[in-house]
């Protein structure tokens, strides 16, 4: 589960001491008669606030420190590999479609609870596109590095193009995690 540690509410818990702390300095050189502007501060403050919560779309692979959440190699190759965002917006990073399938069949993170799989760019070397709108190429010529050997493309002339270069068959998501 990605809850905050005891570090985190640490961190919330100053937040909120020094929102209220900003405040009361608000009211001790304020007049209380503008308390209109005190209110559209405070908004203002607490708007920042929510608004610098956490990311909840993939993060980006650090190649060479990222490690696979599933065989625990180092991600090295930044043509193939992937993402699993669950819904508490937990990240695990993969360098194979071949990891991401071993990983769902563990059921590691419940079906349900997981809100968008990720798949690495052939051609945009490092750029993530979501499963439903990516094209698969399965090659033997490909090389992955566990041997999944299927590259995903988010647009079909780059599909193409290396189609020529690896000869190999247009696969599915469904396909491509069995």
Known sequence: YSIPDIGGWIF????????FAMIME???TVKI???????????AILMILSLSSCQSGPAPINYGTDGCDFCK?????????????TQKGKVYKFDD???????????TVNTPDIKEIYLVDFANQGNLIPTG????LKSEELRSPMGANIAAFRQKDSLEKYRQLFSGELINWEQAKN
């Open 133 to 136: 709108e990516s094209l698969l």
């Open 33 to 43: 008669t503008k308390t209109f502007e005190i209110k559209t501060s405070s908004v």
């Open 12 to 19: 919330i818990a100053v937040g909120v001491l020094l929102v």
């Open 97 to 107: 479609i071949h990891c991401i399938a071993g990983f769902l069949k563990a059921n």
């Open 26 to 28: 608000l009211r001790k």
């Open 73 to 85: 190699m180092t991600i090295t190759d930044r043509r193939f590999g992937g993402e699993v965002l």
